[in-house]
């Protein structure tokens, strides 16, 4: 082998023991205490070497069942001077309509009460629902085993940063 092949060869181990590129995606295989997996042949990235985005860590809302209860809505109207007469050839009618009317009862009920069900409540992101889980919309799901992730390799490889899932 000549120098220049030895010279060459140098370069490109040094270059793959370098990892050149920072990205990598793992897989969550482990979710308490949190663990991803790079490739097999290495040990698996603990939650102590791991850093967290916003895009990975769980966030939900409550959605809270609730009622209203509005009471005094009764309401009506009253109408008067509707009196009046049909002549016909020479004599009156007599007078229809005299008197005060009251209109019907419009919001007549003294209560009128109203309800929101958890089952009524729908968020929606990019088309579809999100998910409602024991009374909480799901607005960012939590690691789960299998996931597949995004990571930043930082500090020379002795950290990293999970950037988000990959689909």
Do not use: W
């Not at 009524?120 to 409602?132: A, H, S």
């Amino acid at each position: 082998m000549e120098l220049r092949d030895v010279l060459l060869q140098m370069m490109q181990e040094n270059q793959q023991a370098g990892q050149p590129t920072d990205l990598r995606v793992g897989t969550v295989t482990r979710t308490d205490p949190l663990e991803i997996t790079i490739n097999t042949a290495m040990a698996p990235l603990r939650r102590g070497v791991l850093y967290l985005t916003e895009a990975v860590v769980e966030k939900k809302i409550p959605v809270l069942a609730h009622s209203h209860t509005t009471s005094g809505l009764a309401h009506a109207h009253s109408v008067s001077g509707l009196g009046h007469t049909h002549p016909t050839g020479g004599s009156d009618t007599g007078e229809g309509l005299s008197g005060s009317y009251t209109t019907g009862g419009a919001l007549s009920q003294d209560r009128f009460e109203s309800s929101v069900a958890l089952d009524d409540v729908t968020c929606i992101e990019d088309g579809r629902p999100l998910p409602v889980e024991d009374g909480y919309i799901i607005l960012n799901r939590a690691l789960a085993y299998g996931d597949k992730v995004l990571l930043l390799r930082v500090q020379n490889g002795q950290r990293f940063i999970v950037l988000s899932r990959v689909f």
